[in-house]
């Protein structure tokens, strides 16, 4: 590890006071911010560095997390366009998950993290409910331990009302979690993570929740689900049960800020307090959202309320990419839509979203979303110098509406350089992109799959 000196560059830190230096320097040592400021670094420190990388005309940010994706579906992109969630389902994700192997998990996600590097992303959520072999998993964490992506496994599960081939015993979820838990959570420096995700309300039975809860509180990990996506999916939530999404987890226990409720579209006034009141993460992915029809999210209502919201791409075959530079104008765009308010969520309200929201999602809100004396070095630089942006008056203007994921220069996670002028340095891409294709290829020969 070394010394790197960024200087020159609009530094927005996203600190509580939203603190920006229209032409600071940010010194990283090892995997931590180290010193940071305005203008020139001063001599002394300057010395410190080993290596020096000019962001003239460029915005200083922290990495972004995208708090929810499916790192499989990079091989079923564009599979089933135009179709609702339950059938979405049927035609595109079950046919194809059915059949994946180890190979298949790991060149999926390889190059979906690459993709996310190339957005502005430094950590990942990645809702991994395909477990047609151990290797499947397996082959994701090696994927992100090689790409240097800060990464959580949440390892999605459903023990009912599930497609067979994906169902999975409580025996089974216990056994996999534990080998899982002990072989990958905490490695490469802290990087890679694991949590539990039981995949939906009604896919899951409530003694198994309440089990692997407790387990979750055991290894002090948190649990990610997808909650009230749809209307049907709540109705059907209310016929089973008798209650709502949020509130058959309340009363399950499981409400804390170790939980993250991903979607959260069709919630009612008391959900929202419920959430508000056990701290409870929010995760939004409004692409997704209107990609699949299923509604927009109350999300400047929940921000108003002081509910932590993150923000997140969803898997690439209800979107049809992870760009979260697209996250980002999708969020405030469909926020004014909704509630016919220009002023509903602004560009710093939805960056601190994309940062801060997302490392509350993480469960590292200390340690990453901004840039902070101690913090990780999780460093994105986003070039401004395009006819997309210039003349830049206002830096969080630029980034949440004028630009895409080209715009990224420079990542860096954990102190190190991941993307370099716009060049994946962790990765040969090229040989990754031809690698999915063939693999790809494979996996629909297998499954049966033609297009």
Same mark, same amino acid.
Request: charged share 20%.
């Given at each position: 590890?070394?010394?790197?000196?960024?200087?020159?560059?609009?530094?927005?830190?996203?600190?509580?006071?939203?603190?920006?230096?229209?032409?600071?320097?940010?010194?990283?040592?090892?995997?931590?911010?180290?010193?940071?400021?305005?203008?020139?670094?001063?001599?002394?420190?300057?010395?410190?560095?080993?290596?020096?990388?000019?962001?003239?005309?460029?915005?200083?940010?922290?990495?972004?997390?995208?708090?929810?994706?499916?790192?499989?579906?990079?091989?079923?992109?564009?599979?089933?366009?135009?179709?609702?969630?339950?059938?979405?389902?049927?035609?595109?994700?079950?046919?194809?998950?059915?059949?994946?192997?180890?190979?298949?998990?790991?060149?999926?996600?390889?190059?979906?993290?690459?993709?996310?590097?190339?957005?502005?992303?430094?950590?990942?959520?990645?809702?991994?409910?395909?477990?047609?072999?151990?290797?499947?998993?397996?082959?994701?964490?090696?994927?992100?331990?090689?790409?240097?992506?800060?990464?959580?496994?949440?390892?999605?599960?459903?023990?009912?009302?599930?497609?067979?081939?994906?169902?999975?015993?409580?025996?089974?979820?216990?056994?996999?979690?534990?080998?899982?838990?002990?072989?990958?959570?905490?490695?490469?420096?802290?990087?890679?993570?694991?949590?539990?995700?039981?995949?939906?309300?009604?896919?899951?039975?409530?003694?198994?929740?309440?089990?692997?809860?407790?387990?979750?509180?055991?290894?002090?990990?948190?649990?990610?689900?997808?909650?009230?996506?749809?209307?049907?999916?709540?109705?059907?939530?209310?016929?089973?049960?008798?209650?709502?999404? /949020?509130?058959?987890?309340?009363?399950?226990?499981?409400?804390?800020? =170790?939980? $993250?409720? *991903?979607?959260? %579209?069709?919630? @009612?006034?008391?959900?929202?307090?419920?959430?508000?009141?056990?701290?409870?993460?929010?995760?939004?992915?409004?692409?997704?959202?209107?990609?699949?029809?299923?509604?927009?999210?109350?999300?400047?209502?929940?921000?108003?309320?002081?509910?932590?919201?993150?923000?997140?791409?969803?898997?690439?075959?209800?979107?049809?990419?992870?760009?979260?530079?697209?996250?980002?104008?999708?969020?405030?765009?469909?926020?004014?839509?909704?509630?016919?308010?220009?002023?509903?969520?602004?560009?710093?309200?939805?960056?601190?979203?994309?940062?801060?929201?997302?490392?509350?999602?993480?469960?590292?809100?200390?340690?990453?979303?901004?840039?902070?004396?101690?913090?990780?070095?999780?460093?994105?630089?986003?070039?401004?110098?395009?006819?997309?942006?210039?003349? /830049?008056?206002?830096?969080?203007?630029?980034?949440?509406?004028?630009? =895409?994921? $080209?715009? *990224?220069?420079? %990542?860096?996670? @954990?102190?190190?350089?991941?993307?370099?002028?716009?060049?994946?340095?962790?990765?040969?891409?090229?040989?990754?992109?031809?690698?999915?294709?063939?693999?790809?290829?494979?996996?629909?020969?297998?499954?049966?799959?033609?297009?």
């Amino acid at each position: 590890m070394s010394n790197i000196l960024i200087k020159n560059g609009t530094v927005l830190t996203l600190d509580d006071a939203n603190t920006r230096y229209p032409k600071g320097y940010v010194l990283a040592k090892d995997d931590r911010i180290l010193h940071l400021g305005a203008g020139d670094a001063p001599e002394a420190i300057a010395a410190m560095a080993d290596e020096v990388i000019d962001a003239e005309l460029m915005v200083v940010m922290p990495g972004m997390v995208n708090a929810h994706t499916h790192l499989f579906q990079t091989f079923i992109r564009g599979l089933a366009d135009d179709r609702p969630l339950l059938e979405w389902l049927e035609t595109a994700i079950f046919p194809v998950a059915k059949a994946f192997n180890g190979l298949d998990g790991y060149t999926a996600a390889k190059l979906g993290l690459v993709e996310n590097i190339r957005s502005g992303v430094t950590s990942v959520i990645d809702h991994q409910y395909v477990h047609t072999e151990g290797a499947v998993d397996d082959g994701v964490y090696r994927a992100a331990e090689e790409t240097g992506v800060r990464f959580m496994l949440a390892y999605g599960w459903a023990d009912m009302n599930y497609h067979p081939s994906l169902q999975l015993t409580l025996a089974h979820i216990e056994k996999e979690t534990r080998r899982l838990y002990e072989t990958w959570h905490g490695r490469a420096n802290g990087r890679l993570n694991f949590e539990f995700a039981p995949v939906i309300p009604w896919g899951c039975s409530d003694a198994s929740v309440r089990h692997l809860d407790k387990l979750a509180k055991e290894w002090k990990v948190g649990t990610h689900i997808h909650v009230a996506e749809t209307r049907e999916e709540v109705d059907m939530n209310l016929r089973s049960r008798g209650n709502r999404h /949020v509130e058959w987890l309340h009363d399950l226990g499981l409400m804390d800020r =170790s939980l $993250q409720l *991903v979607h959260s %579209v069709w919630l @009612d006034d008391n959900e929202l307090a419920l959430i508000r009141d056990s701290g409870a993460v929010v995760v939004h992915c409004p692409v997704s959202n209107m990609y699949l029809a299923s509604g927009a999210a109350r999300i400047p209502e929940m921000i108003r309320m002081g509910i932590p919201v993150a923000l997140a791409s969803d898997g690439p075959g209800s979107n049809n990419n992870q760009d979260m530079m697209e996250v980002l104008k999708t969020t405030a765009l469909l926020a004014k839509l909704s509630t016919l308010d220009a002023m509903a969520l602004l560009p710093f309200d939805v960056l601190r979203c994309a940062c801060r929201g997302g490392a509350a999602a993480f469960g590292q809100a200390d340690s990453i979303g901004s840039l902070e004396i101690g913090r990780k070095a999780d460093i994105v630089l986003v070039d401004l110098d395009s006819p997309f942006a210039m003349p /830049v008056h206002h830096p969080e203007s630029a980034l949440v509406y004028n630009l =895409s994921a $080209q715009a *990224v220069d420079t %990542v860096l996670i @954990d102190g190190r350089v991941v993307m370099r002028d716009k060049v994946v340095t962790v990765v040969d891409e090229r040989q990754l992109l031809h690698d999915a294709r063939a693999q790809c290829a494979n996996l629909f020969s297998r499954a049966g799959v033609s297009i």
